[in-house]
């Protein structure tokens, strides 16, 4: 670095001669500067290392950089479909409900029909049974019917089917069909004083299968017209 600028000087002293000014520095300053020289460029060749990685890592900070507004853009839209997978699973749920339900009341219908029909056909059954007491009837024919009725009405009970007993009770229009009058000053008003159609109920007395046909008090004062 500095060449042969060095000087003889007494007692083997050197100096190096700066040409550009013809200052003298000792040997010692000079292993230092040369040391500082080769720190200097071993710093720099260090410094330039560090720089090149310096580069490559940002490139690949901004790659990551890429890949984080990639994973966020991934993970709203997997989020979006889960909660409309969400929002399609309670629509199912509530579309299933409602199936049970009118599954259930189209099964309830179909039976309150068929059972209506059922009723029918006991209430004419007891009324030929009643008939057939009134004429000669061989007696083994005679419980062999009345054991057909019974079973008939046991399959009623079975089914939830109960008979209502409303003479003396207060008129209800929800579980009675009004359709005779009888005046009477004695009675108390809308009092049922005869059943002449029995009505049933179903489902342990919840609903009323077929309405009671009745006769109804009145006062014969607020009779109008």
């Known amino acids: 670095m500095f060449g042969d600028n060095f000087n003889k ?14 200052t003298l520095i000792s040997e010692e300053q000079y292993k230092t500067l040369k040391e500082k020289a080769e ?6 060749e260090q410094y330039g290392k560090l720089k090149s990685e310096n580069e490559i890592l940002h490139r690949e900070i901004d790659g990551l950089r890429k890949y984080e507004i990639k994973i966020r853009e991934l993970k709203e839209q997997s989020e979006e479909y889960l909660n409309s997978m969400i929002r399609v699973k309670a629509d199912f749920e509530n579309f299933k409900k409602i199936s049970e339900r009118e599954k259930e009341r189209y099964k309830f219908y179909v039976k ?4 209506k029909k059922l009723i029918e056909h006991y209430e004419d059954l007891i009324r030929t049974l009643v ?14 019917f009345e054991m057909v009725v019974k079973n008939f009405e ?3 009970v079975d089914e939830g089917v109960e008979p209502m ?3 003396g009770e ?5 579980k009675h069909d009004a359709v005779m009058v009888e005046y009477n000053e004695d009675i108390p008003e809308d009092i049922i004083t005869k059943e002449l159609n029995k009505g049933y109920y179903f489902n342990n007395k919840k609903q009323v ?4 046909r009745v006769k109804i008090s009145k006062k014969s004062n607020n009779e109008i017209l």
């Open 154 to 156: 046991k399959l009623l």
């Open 131 to 144: 008939l057939s007491k009134s004429y000669e009837t061989d007696e083994s024919l005679m419980k062999g």
């Open 9 to 22: 000087l007494p007692n083997d002293r050197r100096f190096l001669k700066d040409p550009s000014d013809n």
């Open 39 to 44: 720190k200097f460029d071993l710093l720099a």
């Open 170 to 174: 207060k008129f209800d229009p929800y």
């Open 165 to 167: 007993n409303c003479e």
């Open 112 to 115: 309150e029909n068929i059972l």
């Open 209 to 212: 299968l077929r309405p009671a």
